[in-house]
């Protein structure tokens, strides 16, 4: 999944860039899929259709609900720069928690 804050067209441009063979991101919610509060996007993780305790978002902000704050894990924004491994420093952490859920369920770490 990817969820922007982004509209839809520039997130259409996004995956062109991040998926030009349609292989890896299978769906893609915007602006459109966000609740509207003050004229803030929020990304409201429930409208995935997917059972919280096994989801987990990364984003350079936390522009989720509060009750969802458990789920949000901030990562540096991208610059551009085509060397940026960041990302790569998480897979422990995802590891370890795609094993807790495996084994115990989300709650279950430590």
Not at 60 to 65: A, C, D, V
Not at 94 to 110: I, P
Request: glycine fraction near 10%; include cysteine.
């Amino acid at each position: 999944f990817i969820y922007t804050t982004a509209k839809q067209d520039y997130a259409k441009k996004l995956l062109d860039v991040l998926d030009p063979r349609k292989k890896l991101i299978r769906h893609c919610l915007s602006q459109s899929d966000c609740v509207c509060s003050r004229g803030c996007y929020w990304k409201d993780l429930t409208r995935l259709g997917r059972d919280l305790a096994k989801t987990v978002a990364l984003d350079h902000t936390i522009q989720g609900f509060p009750a969802q704050a458990a789920n949000w894990i901030t990562v540096p924004q991208w610059g551009g720069d085509p060397q940026d491994e960041e990302l790569l420093g998480l897979l422990p952490l995802l590891g370890q928690l795609g094993q807790a859920v495996r084994t115990r369920g989300w709650g279950g770490m430590g």
